[in-house]
Structure formats: structure tokens, C-alpha cells
């Protein structure tokens, strides 16, 4: 768990992050979620301490962040930059061996751990190993940058805007990818972004910033019916809230016994992408099917209505 | 014939005008190559080492199959410069070109002296010289458009060089004025060469030891890069002569003060002030191309670099000082061919060097002396650049 305690930076007058406390919990994800120059990269880097902060600390499990040095704090926690940062002269093998080479892991074990990773983020090694950042794909070479930043298997995962560089279909894979990477390993990942899709789509818990302030700290849901300050509800969108709210729960959450006579929706739809299934079939109600088709129960039109409305 | 046939959608220009065909550059040179061989001599025959000489044209100077053959060859090589394009041919046709007149100049050495004449000398006209100039930017013409690897360029240096060599080592050129200065100094050619590349090296190697990190703290702190830039700059713009006369008198000044420095050779003239002329000069393109290589290097490598729990030496050394050194690189060739070309100055204040030959030939009017001293020098610039420019692009490859 990471506790953040009254943390502050000041630049001589200017105050980028204004006395922000917060709890991140283990295991989950939590975006930060502000517009340029809220300080929400600078409360990210004052986590590992690539900005030292002017004021309040930083519990790490419970341990001050400042009873070691800097760099071997940072060998313990992952971190992965927009653009991916990758190094132009180290082959994609070099890339994701860095931080195990740096706490001195044995060659066999650095080789197996890279050979691990490279498959889980869907890279031949006999193609990419060797290969240099240069000759891969955008989606590829921010793929290499979050396993270098899992390679030795740190227990959080700082992302400062990890996919504002991928067009939109990359991007969406990505997303998904790190769900997936998240459950698969169980890291605590916080995630900075600008972008509230990408917040209320990742984010277990989303904290939203404005000019150094933390607003509000808490489950999705919980931003858009109850929000605390007006900024937030600017930030989530009146215009389209009901349907952020539909996007929140899946169909499998929802799914009641029943037949359907309507569109067949996978388990791990949201109801907003249920709800349109069904608007575009004429349907009022759909069939909920797991992975392999096997039908799971249905939702049906009248119980998305009610949950789109905030309780 | 049932596949399509591409549209020419691009006819030849020059489809029509065969005068069009031909080669620009080959035409112009082989047009100058054949006035030089018209008006002027190819070899010049002198009483003895400092008369000016009498002309003798390429018939007059070798047996007349010799010099029809020589001609023969040179016309060969024209023709092909002139029309046609294939690079590998028009680079065998100039080297073919650059050997034939060589070949010829040898032999017309040995057949204008006379046996057992010491004194008289024959040396290479203005023919000569404009042909052997012709055909070298033919060849770097037909080489640049091979565009070889760098592996290669290298490979085909050391080729030229160790031909050259063997090919001077034939005695064939022995009775040519050139290689007679160089029978007459040889023990001290060896001497002053050593010395020359002793100068170059030694003043690079002491600017990069200093430069590179002076470099590293212009970047870091850049309240400091102007004014150390400045100061560089300033120093560049010092003419060597001058250089050397200001630092003559601290440095004499010392060796009087601390006989230690005496010892180690340190004294107002010498090889002491010229060394430490060319490592001031060195500095800037050393410090200016270390600064820009660091602020070229992508700040998000090295955000990730410290993000991933590198400390600053390490990220120093592992990631900016490798993702700099092309551009470093490019400075320190800068710098080496620079010296090899300024060290000749060196020899007017007894720091030696081939320079020592060029001044002597221009105090006795001994032109042979001269080129004693200075083709050495532009082989040596030549090989340098060539080294490096290799080195630069292997470096520079596989990373962007």
C-alpha cells in the first residue's frame, strides 16, 4: 500500500502539488486524472522521488520512502513514461534486462525473466530479442517499455501517460493488455492520464487534480453521482454521465436468469455497449453468453435503464 | 506478349541528344586533363636542385612506345569518364590513369638522368600534377557513387596505401627529385613523421581527456557553457603564429623557474608551445560537439534511465555518453585533421614535424623539399578523415 501524506512541491512562489494526502490500495489500479499543469505528473514522480517533495512524505508499505537511497527505491518500482523512453542503443533484450542487471540478477535467471516477458507481451524472441527499439512498431516499443518496467517484478507500476502517444486502436489493445498484465501479476499500478475514458476505463479508484489540488478520490461510479466539486463534474461530462455510468458495470454483473429472445452480448460488455447492441436490434432485452457462447442469463432493457440512474 | 507493358511515363531526356549523354564532370575534367597535357611539360629537368627547369613534354621525356602506350591508356580513361556510367569501371579507368602517369614519371626520371649524375634532377611538370589531380576526383567521384560500406572504404584505403608503398619500395621512383630529397633526409623523415603524428595524437588525446569532461559540466550546468564556449571561441580566433608567440614567454618563463620542467622538455619554443597550442585549439570542437551530443541525447531515455534506478554516473555512462558519441566522434575528426594540418606550423618554433621540410624547401626555394613535407601530410589528413567518417557511421548505425 502506498500512503501519501500532506505531500506539497513548490517551484519558488508557484505551488504545483498542493497538500495531497491519499491512500493507494495494493493490487488495484488508480489513475490520476487531471488537465495539463494540475501537478498530477509531479505527484507520480514524487512517489519514486524523481521529484523530491517540499513538504509531507511518502509511505511505501508503511516505510518512509526516504530511508533509503533514491536510486534503489526506484530499482523497486516500475515506471514507464509516455513515448516509451526505451534506450535507441540497447536491443529490446537490453532494454527489459535493465533494472535485473542492475540489482545484479545471475545471467540465467535475467535471461529466463526477459524469455518470460517477451511472451507475455506477444514478442517472438527469435524476432525481437535482438532487435533494436527503431525496427518495432509504436505499439511494440510501448509494449517493451512496460515489461523493462515489470522485468524485476516490482510491486507498483508508475505509468505517466503510458498510452498518449498510440492511435486509437493500439491504444485500445494496450488498455487492455495492461488489465490483463495487472491481474496476471497483481501489481498496484497508479496511472496518470488526461484523458477520462482511459481513467474511468482502467481505474479501480480515480483521483482527479486541479492546479496541485486532489478534488476527489474515489470509485468511478462514485465521481459521477456524487461529485465533489464542480471541476469534477466538468471533467466526467454532464452530457453523456448516464451512459459513463452504464460503461462501469458489465453484462455478466447484471446478467439475471432468463431466456432472450435478443442480441447475444458477451459476459464482459459493458451495458453501455449492451444497451447499444440492443437500441440497434430493436430489442428489449439480450443474451448474456460467457467466453465460449454458452449462454450465462439476460439483461434485460428496463434493468439497464435503472442502472444507469444514480442511487 | 500478353503481360502489359509499363507506360513510359518518363522518357529519357536525353533519348535523343547523345551529347546530352554525356558525363558533366568527366567531360570537364578530361578537357582541362588534355589542355594541361597540350600546353604545358610534363617533366621538368633541373641542373641541379634550386634552377627552375627545362620543359620536356611526355614524348620528349620517355622512349615513344612508352609514352604512346601512357597516352593511350589516359585517353582510355577520358573516354570512359566521358560517356560512360558505371561507377566500377570509371573507378578502375582512373586508377588505371593514376598508375600509367606514375609509371611514367618513374621511368622518365631514370631516362632523362644521366647515368652516375648526381646533381641533376627531374621532377614532375604541371602536366603531371594537373593529371594526377584530374584523376583523383574521378576517383573520389566514382567512389562516392559506389557509396561502399564503411568496412569497405577503410579496406580500400589501406589497399591504396599499402600499393603505393610497395610500389615506391620497387625503386622505380628513385630517380625522381622527390624521392632524391627523401634518399638525402630519410633517417630524419622517419624522425619527423614520428614526431608529427607524436604532435597530433598527443595534443588530441590531452583535449579529449580535458574536453570530455568539461563537456559533460557544460551540460549540466549551463550557466557555465557560455562563458566556457566563449573563451574557446576566443582562442580559436588566435592565429597559430601568435598563439605560439604569446605562450612562448610563460613557457620559458617556467622552464627558468622550475628545472623540473626544463627536464621534461618544456621551454619557450619547441614541441612544448606547439603541443600546447593545438590542445587549446582542440578544445572547442571537442567541448561544443560533447554539449551537443549530451542535449541531442532523447530526455525521455534518460528520464526512464533515472525513473528505472540509475544514478547519475550510471546514466551518464551507460546511456548519454553512448547515445552522444557519434557527434563526439564527429569533433574528435574534426579535431585530428585539423592538427595534421597545423602541426606543419609547428616546425617555425623547433617543435619538428614534416613541417620542418616544407620551411626548409621555401627558405632554399627547393620545391622538391617542399613536397617532401607535404604530401605526407595530406595523406596523412586524408587517411584520418577517412578513418573516422568510417567510424562515425558504424556507430551511428542501428540507432536513430
Partial sequence: MISVENLSKRYGTSTVVDDVSMQIERNSITVIVGTSGSGKSTLLRMINRLVEPSAGRVLLDGKDTRSEPAHLLRRRIGYVIQGHGLFPHRTVEENIATVPRLLGWDGARVRARVAELLEVFQLEPQRYARAFPHELSGGQQQRVGVARALAAEPAVLLMDEPFGALDPIIRAKAQEDLLAIQRRFGTTVVLVTHDMDEAFHLGDHVAVMSQGRLLQYDRPAQLLTHPADPFVSRMTGLADRAMRLLSLTTAGELAAAGESSGPRVPESASLREALSEMLWCGAQSALVVDEEGRPRGQVTMAAILAHGRPR | ?400
Fill in chain 2, 1 to 400: 506478349m500478353s503481360a502489359p507493358q509499363p507506360l513510359p511515363l518518363e522518357v529519357p531526356a536525353a533519348a535523343g541528344r547523345p551529347l546530352a549523354r554525356l558525363d558533366r564532370l568527366g567531360s570537364l575534367l578530361t578537357l582541362c586533363a588534355t589542355a594541361a597535357l597540350l600546353s604545358t611539360p610534363f617533366m621538368l629537368v633541373k641542373a641541379n636542385r634550386i634552377v627552375p627547369g627545362v620543359p620536356r613534354s611526355l614524348f620528349e621525356s620517355l622512349p615513344h612506345g612508352g609514352a604512346l602506350g601512357c597516352l593511350m591508356l589516359l585517353a582510355l580513361a577520358g573516354g570512359i569518364a566521358v560517356t560512360v556510367q558505371n561507377a566500377r569501371l570509371r573507378l578502375g579507368a582512373a586508377l588505371a590513369g593514376v598508375i600509367a602517369i606514375s609509371v611514367a614519371s618513374g621511368c622518365a626520371a631514370r631516362a632523362l638522368t644521366p647515368a652516375g649524375n648526381q646533381v641533376i634532377r627531374v621532377a614532375a611538370g604541371p602536366a603531371f600534377w594537373v593529371l594526377l589531380g584530374c584523376l583523383a576526383l574521378l576517383c573520389t567521384d566514382a567512389v562516392t557513387r559506389l557509396r561502399p560500406p564503411p568496412a569497405r572504404r577503410v579496406a580500400l584505403l589501406g589497399l591504396f596505401l599499402i600499393a603505393s608503398l610497395l610500389l615506391l619500395s620497387t625503386g622505380l621512383f628513385d630517380q625522381l627529385s622527390v624521392m632524391r630529397e627523401y634518399q638525402v633526409n630519410h633517417e630524419r623523415f622517419a624522425d619527423e613523421l614520428r614526431q608529427h603524428v607524436l604532435l597530433a595524437l598527443g595534443s588530441l588525446g590531452a583535449a579529449v581527456a580535458v574536453g570530455l569532461p568539461l563537456g559533460i559540466l557544460c551540460h549540466r550546468v549551463p550557466r557555465l557553457r557560455a562563458g566556457i564556449l566563449g573563451t574557446l571561441n576566443v582562442v580559436q580566433t588566435i592565429p597559430a603564429i601568435a598563439l605560439f608567440g604569446i605562450l612562448m614567454a610563460p613557457l620559458g618563463a617556467l622552464a627558468v623557474a622550475v628545472p623540473f620542467a626544463a627536464r621534461l622538455g618544456i621551454r619557450g619554443i619547441g614541441a612544448a608551445p606547439a603541443a600546447l597550442a593545438l590542445f587549446l585549439y582542440s578544445l572547442l570542437p571537442i567541448v561544443a560537439n560533447t554539449v551537443l551530443g549530451l542535449q541531442r541525447v532523447s530526455c525521455q531515455a534518460v528520464d526512464a534511465a533515472l525513473g528505472m534506478g540509475m544514478t547519475a554516473a550510471q546514466t551518464l555512462g551507460r546511456i548519454e555518453l553512448p547515445l552522444a558519441l557519434p557527434v563526439i566522434l564527429t569533433g574528435i575528426r574534426v579535431v585530428l585533421v585539423q592538427n595534421i594540418g597545423m602541426v606543419t606550423v609547428a616546425a617555425l618554433i623547433g617543435g619538428g614535424g614534416l613541417g620542418t621540410f616544407v620551411f626548409q624547401g621555401i627558405g632554399q626555394t627547393a620545391i622538391d623539399l617542399v613536397l617532401l613535407g607535404a604530401i605526407p601530410i595530406v595523406v596523412l589528413a586524408f587517411s584520418a578523415a577517412v578513418l573516422l567518417d568510417a567510424l562515425v557511421e558504424v556507430l551511428n548505425r542501428g540507432r536513430r
